[in-house]
């Protein structure tokens, strides 16, 4: 006989064991007494036997099925990560040590500051870090002479004094672009400090200051809208005092796609925390970046209708489809054709 389950196995005996019960009535109202005692002999004998039959399946309980590959795998997963735990937990508290060590620049002087971004050339001392993020003001930097890791803002650097005493200073520092030429064929360029500007970044927001460019012919170049989107930024206003790196807005965007009830908030407040986390200070306006993001997808879009950039056509079907799939190739996402979505 076939296994069956339990419970299938006493649901299919109730039913057999009401319709001997029917059987029976009806024999009993229309046959003899004899013929009624026999037939009733025979119904018990179908009933235990199909009883017997349950109370071994019952006993026998299901087959165990072998175990698959993917379980093996879980479980031998589970059972090495089970052992290594112990050793990352040692690791994670060894790399909050600031190890002692000589600068990777210089090779002489004791390593003060340590840049993640760095690497892996990540140790610098007082003068080597000073000279070297001068200009790498986005990077992210952490103080040891403390005897843990201090994060420091772009504007924040290390001296050292006689005695081997350490003290913090703070300096200006100019957002990285690319700089404006001037028209002369022989000048000299040099920078100097502008207009103060935020920059907002998949890192949080910087503090910084506009470059201003002085050549040697005596002009002075001020930084433009062009220079700061061939430089990768989008401003916020039309006085660009806020800035946005476009790589945060193509995050922004996939995101968006990719998890649509992800609200506005949640991300700037993401932004927010991650600015904390690497020492720095500030503030982002949600409204702001909403502007800025909608003003930024309305250039992407024109600038792909002019490339005449396709997004629901088949590459293997132009010009001539073959069939139309309304949701085939992706979701009905109306991203572009309805303003302010974004920040619902």
Known sequence: MDQLDPDDAIFLVDAFLDECKVDQQEHTKGGSEKSTKVCVWLDEDKDDSLVQDVRDLLGSGPEQPLPSHWRNRQTSSLENWTVLRPFMVNNMLSSEKPKEGVCHHCGHNAAVVMCRDCLPRSLYCTACDLSTHEALVLHNRASMVEGFFRHLPPSTFVQQHEGGKFSYHEKDCMLPIVPPCCDCSTGQTSFSKGKPVILIGINGRYNLFLPSVNCSCGKTLSVTISDLVESGYWPATVNFETL????????????????????????????????????????????????????WAYAKFEVEKLSQVQHFQCPACTPSMLSVAVDGNRKLYRFKSQPGLFGQ
Not at 262 to 279: D, I, N, P, W, Y
Request: net charge positive.
């Open 244 to 295: 946005y790196m476009v790589d945060l807005f193509t995050t922004y965007e996939d995101l968006k796609i990719t998890a649509p009830g992800m609200s506005r908030q949640a991300f700037v407040s993401m932004l927010e925390c991650r600015t904390k986390l690497f020492g720095r200070s500030g503030k982002i306006c949600g409204d702001t970046m909403q502007r800025a993001f909608l003003e």
